[in-house]
């Protein structure tokens, strides 16, 4: 194992201590916490808390996108493990205004336990909190942490349409209705070419030979589907659009927001090529999504690869929450 780290036991609480040094006017650490809140506590008033979290290791999700119309606090657990209740409960109860909290949870069983443990704590303050379990890799059914579908990149839209909505004043029940509309029209699908090393383990979570690649690992290195020689980019991305369009239903007179993700090792240029093929791939079937972004925004450490998500953008005003300007640090 290489990486610029001290003691790998401490790798995550000197992360948050310097991402909150870093970024001050964004940023601030809940005190005997790993999580995160606004700066400005204004911009949370009024509205109701959005608060997202899980292991470490995905950054710059989720801190990256605590900010005015996004998140309100995020809960960073250990490397690939869920944040404990306590922490958890703890960024609720300073996100809450009077308004209610809404929770961003990914699919993994870790998560959906803890959060839930929070949220039952949280009620036994007078808190009102209700969540979504974001489920968009089509990948696979199951995994080795999950019952269903996993959460990956699609979170990050999740967060957006959420966070907007949020700031504009929709209601906890209004942030519910529009989180559960969203879910089915999410989709996300990735390919691998090396895993990521966790500090405490001190090797690769999989090897991949160095002419192998593997389609649909997940961000904590569970398997994929299928594993093959490496092909050429357009190739990787046919594959990948094909099951993206198996499982929405492609269709040129719908408006689509692509998302191009890179899995932590992955150089903009390739990631920049990807959204080439993407692009070409999608005209021909007459489609030019209307909202693309491109970048690191759900990483798995040091993983090479790449993922690639769909949303069905069901109501013209998704595509208006995807524009609402935001003050984080990585949208």
Same mark, same amino acid.
């Given at each position: 194992?290489?990486?610029?780290?001290?003691?790998?036991?401490?790798?995550?609480?000197?992360?948050?201590?310097?991402?909150?040094?870093?970024?001050?006017?964004?940023?601030?650490?809940?005190?005997?916490?790993?999580?995160?809140?606004?700066?400005?506590?204004?911009?949370?008033?009024?509205?109701?808390?959005?608060?997202?979290?899980?292991?470490?290791?995905?950054?710059?999700?989720?801190?990256?996108?605590?900010?005015?119309?996004?998140?309100?606090?995020?809960?960073?657990?250990?490397?690939?493990?869920?944040?404990?209740?306590?922490?958890?409960?703890?960024?609720?109860?300073?996100?809450?205004?009077?308004?209610?909290?809404?929770?961003?949870?990914?699919?993994?069983?870790?998560?959906?336990?803890?959060?839930?443990?929070?949220?039952?704590?949280?009620?036994?303050?007078?808190?009102?909190?209700?969540?979504?379990?974001?489920?968009?890799? #089509?990948? +696979?059914?199951? @995994?080795?942490? !999950?019952?269903?579908?996993? &959460?990956?990149? %699609?979170? $990050? *839209?999740?967060?957006?349409?959420?966070?907007?909505?949020?700031?504009?004043?929709?209601?906890?029940?209004?942030?519910?209705?529009?989180?559960?509309?969203?879910?089915?029209?999410?989709?996300? #699908?990735? +390919?691998?070419? @090396?895993?990521? !090393?966790?500090?405490?383990? &001190?090797?690769? %979570?999989? $090897? *991949?030979?160095?002419?192998?690649?593997?389609?649909?690992?997940?961000?904590?290195?569970?398997?994929?589907?299928?594993?093959?020689?490496?092909?050429?980019?357009?190739?990787?991305?046919?594959?990948?659009?094909?099951?993206?369009?198996?499982?929405?239903?492609?269709?040129?007179?719908?408006?689509?927001?692509? *998302?191009?993700?890179?899995?932590?090792?992955?150089?903009?240029?390739?990631?920049?090529?990807?959204?080439?093929?993407?692009?070409?791939?999608?005209?021909?079937?007459?489609?030019?999504?209307?909202?693309?972004?491109?970048?690191?925004?759900?990483?798995?450490?040091?993983?090479?690869?790449?993922?690639?998500? *769909?949303?069905?953008?069901?109501?013209?005003?998704?595509?208006?929450?995807?524009?609402?300007?935001?003050?984080?640090?990585?949208?």
């Amino acid at each position: 194992m290489k990486k610029i780290i001290n003691e790998p036991s401490q790798v995550v609480s000197e992360m948050v201590a310097g991402l909150v040094l870093a970024y001050p006017e964004y940023l601030e650490q809940l005190p005997e916490t790993t999580a995160v809140i606004r700066h400005d506590k204004a911009s949370m008033q009024g509205q109701v808390g959005l608060v997202s979290g899980g292991g470490s290791g995905h950054e710059p999700a989720h801190a990256g996108f605590v900010g005015p119309g996004m998140l309100s606090a995020a809960v960073c657990g250990q490397v690939f493990t869920s944040p404990t209740p306590d922490q958890i409960y703890e960024a609720i109860k300073a996100s809450d205004t009077g308004h209610g909290v809404f929770l961003i949870i990914k699919n993994y069983s870790g998560d959906v336990m803890n959060f839930e443990m929070a949220k039952d704590l949280a009620e036994l303050d007078g808190i009102d909190v209700r969540f979504v379990i974001v489920d968009d890799d #089509i990948a +696979v059914e199951n @995994s080795l942490y !999950t019952q269903g579908r996993r &959460g990956v990149a %699609g979170t $990050v *839209l999740m967060h957006k349409l959420l966070g907007a909505a949020a700031a504009k004043g929709a209601s906890l029940t209004e942030l519910e209705q529009l989180a559960q509309a969203i879910l089915p029209k999410l989709k996300t #699908i990735g +390919v691998a070419l @090396s895993a990521a !090393t966790v500090p405490e383990v &001190g090797k690769p %979570g999989f $090897v *991949l030979a160095e002419d192998e690649i593997e389609y649909g690992v997940g961000i904590h290195s569970e398997p994929g589907y299928r594993r093959e020689k490496l092909r050429p980019a357009k190739e990787l991305v046919a594959e990948m659009l094909g099951k993206l369009d198996e499982a929405l239903v492609l269709t040129p007179t719908k408006k689509y927001a692509l *998302l191009i993700n890179g899995m932590g090792a992955t150089p903009l240029m390739e990631q920049y090529i990807v959204s080439h093929d993407a692009f070409l791939w999608l005209k021909e079937k007459q489609i030019t999504p209307v909202f693309c972004k491109v970048g690191n925004y759900m990483t798995s450490l040091e993983m090479a690869g790449i993922s690639l998500t *769909l949303l069905e953008l069901d109501d013209a005003k998704w595509l208006d929450y995807l524009n609402y300007p935001v003050a984080t640090i990585a949208w």
